[in-house]
């Protein structure tokens, strides 16, 4: 909508301030007292009102005056103001035909048409911007900054040391978690304000390239959450958590970002963040229960880090094999698969060994009461001494032998699986695999697409969720490696709107 010129204003001004002083008027007329009840003229008004209409009127009060003055002057306001403002429009139409008909290139019956066009009203705007949505801009800025959906990946860690040197979840440990992520955060600001002017070449949308936030913040923003971190670990622990536990961690993303980024070691130092992220979780406690679940985690980011290097140019070379046979490995570490299987070679070893050393297990005395009577609850032998005169008589046939150890062996460890200790490890590792494998299988088919890189990247940055739940599991938590596991899907979704690479 144009603007008004002084003329209407002052009409529509004039026309308000004069219907209000009517109803002004007509209220205090309307307040007076009535004239005395013997008068002539007020005996026979209602007297004419009745025979003129069929229906008398009902008797006004002021406040229904008032309101009826007021929609008079609302109409006539209105009245004006339209009228004002179709005078402004011809006075711009006229300019504009003009300035039309004075161009040499277009031709008269067209200025005449635009001149008689009828121009659409736009809502005026006074560019007035409420304060709490540029606070929200700034707010999804520096979420984009800091990478903030994909510190769903950090408290797993503290969680996992915390567990595995028999910690409660609760407490100074979710204060730790809390200082993990802090950091975590304060190095996605410094890796931005670090690669500032690479990013404003390969990724001119984040957040400092792009301009919405400066450099100089983007490094305040760093500096306040690494002090923010290293006083929520002071507070989790005290003086020796923070010297022994949180400022190593906090060096570390600093080294990173920093310096050892882009030389050979930066996968290495990466990894190690990740390591001192999950003996943060110890505390004062000694690292060394810690220390299997550290490596599987460190394991794992070195591989995605290495990956990482090549989202942008996409020559990724063997990068995505690496990360498949690093993923495999990592499956077999964090669900207990790996002693399964040595467990079951070695079994299968006892199984298909000489018939002299089985001789020798089945005949001593402390062992042999026991296992024969195991096989005789699986029918393989006699119960009592009967089964020991057959087993000394002569050798028995190899495929109730293979049987029985077969159901010695399988048995137990078919219980153990319903067991949640046990179960939920697995799954989760399942969980794990599926998210990494399927991402990295693609950037290993077309390593030169720096999509299907970007993609294995995001997917191994999300499975670290699945993986701290199967060591948590593992650590005795089931229930609370189910709610970690529970967080993959939300962060997949976050990731759709941040980026966490």
Not at 54 to 76: I, V
Not at 141 to 160: F, K, M, N, Q, Y
Not at 424 to 443: E, G, I, K, M, N
């Amino acid at each position: 909508m144009m603007r008004v010129s002084g003329l209407g204003r002052a009409a529509v001004t004039a026309v308000t301030v004069a219907a209000l002083g009517r109803a002004v008027v007509s209220t205090v007329t309307a307040a007076r007292p009535a004239r005395p009840a013997g008068s002539a003229a007020a005996a026979s008004r209602p007297a004419a009102w009745a025979a003129s209409s069929p229906r008398a009127p009902r008797p006004r009060g002021p406040l229904t005056d008032l309101a009826r003055a007021a929609r008079e002057a609302a109409r006539a306001a209105g009245s004006a103001f339209r009228a004002a403002r179709g005078e402004a429009a011809g006075e711009s139409g006229v300019s504009g035909a003009g300035a039309s008909a004075a161009a040499p290139d277009r031709a008269g019956v067209d200025a005449s048409a635009a001149a008689a066009a009828p121009r659409r009203s736009r809502p005026y705007d006074t560019g007035y911007r409420p304060r709490s949505v540029a606070l929200r801009q700034h707010g999804r800025d520096v979420a984009e900054l800091v990478r903030a959906p994909a510190a769903l990946t950090v408290p797993g860690d503290v969680l996992a040391g915390a567990l595995a040197v028999g910690r409660p979840a609760a407490g100074r440990t979710l204060l730790l978690a809390a200082s993990s992520v802090s950091l975590y955060w304060a190095g996605m600001a410094l890796n931005d304000w670090a690669d500032r002017e690479e990013d404003a070449t390969e990724r001119p949308e984040r957040p400092v390239p792009s301009g919405r936030i400066g450099a100089g913040t983007a490094l305040g923003i760093a500096a306040a959450l690494t002090a923010a971190g290293l006083g929520l670990g002071a507070l989790a622990g005290g003086r020796q958590v923070l010297l022994r536990r949180t400022l190593p961690l906090a060096a570390a993303v600093w080294a990173y970002d920093l310096g050892l980024k882009r030389t050979p070691l930066g996968p290495l130092a990466m990894a190690a963040t990740r390591f001192l992220d999950v003996l943060h979780g110890t505390g004062p406690a000694p690292a060394a229960p810690a220390l299997p679940a550290a490596t599987t985690v460190g394991l794992h980011t070195w591989a995605v880090t290495r990956l990482s290097r090549h989202e942008v140019d996409g020559e990724a070379g063997h990068e995505p094999l690496v990360s498949l046979t690093v993923t495999t490995a990592t499956v077999l570490g964090a669900s207990g698969a790996a002693g399964a299987v040595l467990g079951a070679s070695g079994a299968a070893g006892a199984v298909l060994g000489s018939r002299g050393a089985a001789g020798a297990v089945l005949g001593s005395r402390g062992a042999a009461g026991a296992v024969l009577r195991r096989l005789a609850a699986h029918r393989v032998l006699p119960d009592g001494p009967a089964g020991l005169t057959t087993l000394r008589q002569g050798p028995l046939p190899v495929a109730d032998i293979v049987t029985g150890t077969t159901l010695l062996a399988r048995l137990p460890s078919l219980r153990a699986l319903s067991a949640p200790e046990t179960s939920v490890p697995l799954l989760a590792s399942a969980a794990y695999a599926a998210t990494c494998a399927r991402s990295q299988w693609a950037a290993l088919r077309t390593p030169q697409d720096p999509a299907r890189v970007r993609a294995a990247v995001g997917a191994g940055i999300h499975a670290l969720l699945p993986l701290q739940a199967a060591l948590v599991a593992r650590a005795g938590a089931p229930r609370l490696a189910v709610v970690l596991a529970a967080g993959l899907p939300q962060a997949v979704r976050l990731a759709r709107k941040v980026s966490p690479t």
